[in-house]
């Protein structure tokens, strides 16, 4: 088992900028992929962003391409998500998973989830 705590989320100006935390614990951290998806009121849960085990690749939503930036200290067992230039539209909640396989897909493709982090943007 792995468990995920995520924090870092808040309330923000459009603008602004966080910066959301995950820390990992139970299993080797370096072994899994690491994402972050969001939901907002009333919609799907979406993908966001995506880091292989070592850090080398990254994969990020068109919708906050140049704007959210994820990254890992596999030292610490942590994964960010730097968010900047923050809009409205950037409100949900936002969970940290976790992933065995190498290029994890959909959101059924991660094996782990943390209890997700608000995050609220006002315009």
């Known amino acids: 088992q792995v468990q995920l705590v995520e924090s870092g989320g808040g309330l923000v100006q459009a603008g602004g900028s966080l910066r959301l935390s995950c820390i990992a614990s139970?299993?080797?951290?370096?072994?899994?992929?690491m994402g972050w998806f969001r939901q907002a009121p009333g919609k799907e849960r979406e993908f966001v962003a995506r880091?292989?085990?070592?850090?080398?690749?990254?994969r990020v939503a068109e919708s906050v391409l140049g704007r959210f930036t994820i990254s890992r200290d596999n030292a610490k067992n942590t994964v960010y998500l730097q968010m900047n230039s923050l809009k409205a539209e950037d409100t949900a909640v936002y969970y940290c998973?976790?992933?065995?396989?190498?290029?994890?897909?959909?959101?059924?493709?991660?094996?782990?989830w943390g209890q997700g982090t608000q995050v609220t943007v006002s315009s």
């Open positions: 880091i292989s085990r070592g850090g080398g690749s990254t």
């Open positions: 998973t976790a992933s065995s396989r190498l290029v994890p897909g959909t959101a059924r493709e991660y094996d782990y």
């Open positions: 139970g299993r080797t951290f370096s072994n899994y992929v």
